[in-house]
């Protein structure tokens, strides 16, 4: 399985994800111009991580701000995390780590609406 590596941009989150150690983290700005071309290419990865998913599953997003295209795709990935916790009882740690309230919503939105734990952490 491919590891996927991307720097972060003005507009674009850093994204890494480490198929074999079962970690995924997003940090940074989401506020790509064409969201699909940034979130596709990941959820594919997701995916296919998800057909054999590590023994534990490590979900970090650090987020200074993220658009509300990028917050739909985010839960469109945590859902994916969220079928392996709830029908094959995977371990999946989701943590939300946040600053400001904006963020935290986010975190709140995402924690009420996906059946998986989220833990929201503040870094303020």
Not at 17 to 22: Q, V
Not at 24 to 52: A, R, T
Not at 58 to 85: G, Q
């Amino acid at each position: 399985m491919d590891d996927m590596q991307k720097v972060a941009t003005k507009t674009s989150p850093a994204i890494s994800f480490d198929s074999e150690a079962g970690l995924l983290v997003i940090e940074g700005h989401s506020i790509p111009e064409n969201p699909i071309d940034l979130f596709q290419p990941l959820m594919e990865e997701v995916v296919k991580y998800c057909e054999k998913p590590a023994a534990k599953s490590t979900v970090e997003l650090r987020f200074d701000y993220c658009n509300t295209s990028s917050v739909k795709w985010i839960f469109h990935i945590l859902e994916k995390f969220e079928r392996i916790y709830v029908y094959d009882k995977q371990a999946v740690d989701i943590k939300f780590f946040y600053s400001d309230e904006n963020t935290l919503e986010m975190g709140k939105y995402l924690q009420i609406n996906l059946a998986i734990p989220i833990d929201l952490i503040n870094i303020s």
